[in-house]
């Protein structure tokens, strides 16, 4: 249909609810997520299989050109959100396994998942706006139904309507801001809207079309006079939703605006500088203040999210092939990070039943394994050397440097100065020591849930102190972005 | 036949009565409907830009993307108005600004 990549996804989140409504219901949790798991390993092992191929020219789904010029591109900026986004969807289904376990329905959670994961997939692979419009609906449409699949409860369903109009104006806004392009250069395909903008100037409407399409995907980056549904959805999800939806989702957003601006719009570069460091600065700003008022860690590590949104606008608004690369690495890191910061919680709240900072404190006795992940994943939020958020930050610091914004790159310390005082209160609670017996019959979490946590803090540690794989790939996605000629 | 800047005025005009709706409602029904007329703004122009290009012609790239665009919207106004019922049997009322349960 599309590329084995997103087929197999498809297919998996179409059989995982047949075979559920097979098995017995009791085991139904585990079978699932064992089969929706083998559509992921067999996703990630025919991208890393094509990936050599990929490096040298990208892969344009159909070959020829049809009538209405769709096409799914297979290119290098894409591979790197999509592996980040498949690896993560093969983390959250493990972890699932145990963790949702006393929820009913649990075969449509898998399918649902996956169905987000192939959405995202999708937008990072499509190579013209419509292909982008469709998986981008896929993804959002099944994000809503999963933040509030847990219906019983207040919080849930408050959280998912909250977060359905927010978004649904953003989608709106996007399909606008697609018609007036359309309007203008007649075409939605990437490359020949680049073209066609390159020949002939833009006027006002462009502007206006810009403007509602940085809108329309900045309400779901977070980007901060549009952020207020997040802290509500991502701290009330099941927390391998939010570990996908704070890690891949809202960056998925930050890479769509990347490659309208560097792929479409290079003509107008010199006016988005400045505007993006402005709002770079506010969700810095926002984000790291707010989180130091929470008491919920869910929470708290929902307003983190928005301040690293500022960290990741900081490389787009110093508009050098450095400041890109930091940029689209501080995605990967990132999502790396506060996927494992999510789903340790989750594992301390399915013992523990309660995410606010004073029940869990001593919880580091009980726990040791989730609880030194965790400090692993609060220590590279912060930026500490040996691990993965330190490369990238350095690297949006040095393009601060490079593009002759000190100011900013001096804010970025502060604000990191800053976050470090609600990551310490999260790290105290953790190893105090237990003021009451109620915590002494709580065990290690179960293997399901350690499998994930245990792999994503290695791969912190290894992308830390062997950054070079990981960063090249990063460096070659931002030349293939500023470059369009390379996909002709 | 009206002209085409007759179609994008009109097209402006439902995008801005569909945010007055949502910025000034208080029933969740009535929000709902706010952002299928933004939606179906988008919706008009595409069509009319359709025509535009070459006279006599229809590009068949817009019309594909409002049939498809439809039937998204027909999605995102089910699940919205599925999770409407849920709100209601929790809060007992449709109106948004009783829901405060989060805050901070």
Redesign the interface.
Known sequence: MFTPIIDSLFIFSIITPIIGFFVPKKSSCLICGAVSAGGYIISIAYLLHLLPQILTHPIRIPMENS????SIMIDVPGSLMSLLALALGLFATIYSMRFMERDSGTPLYYSLLMAMITGIVGVSYSGDL?TL??FW?LMC?TS??LV?FR?NV??S??????Y??MS??G???I??G???L??LT???NLPRIALSLRMGGGGPWLYASLGMLITGFGIKAAIVPLHVWL??AH??APSPISAILSGVLIELAVFVICKLLFFIFPAIRVSWMEFFAIFAILNMMFGNITAL??S?VK?MLAYSSIAHIGYILIGISAGTKLGLTATLLHIFNHGLMKALAFLCIGAIIYRIGSKKLEDIAGVGRRMPITSTAFTIALLGLIGMPPLNGFISKLLLFMSCLDSGMLWLGILLIIFSAVSTGYYIRILKALIATPQDERLSDVKEAPIPILIPICCLAFLMILLGIWPDPILRFAEESSSWLMEVGRYA | MPSFSAYLACAITLYIIGLYCLVTKRNLIRLVMGVEILINAAHINFIAFSAYWVPGFIDPLARSIVIVSIGLAGCFGAVLLSFTVYAYRHYGTLDVRRMRELRG
């Open positions: 009538a209405v010029s769709t419509f419009f469709i609906e449409i809503y139904v509030g219906k207040k919080e369903v408050e959280a998912a309507i909250k359905m109009l649904g104006i989608s709106a806004t399909l606008f697609m018609s007036l359309y309007g007649g075409t939605l802290p509500d701290g009330t008022l929470q919920d929470r």
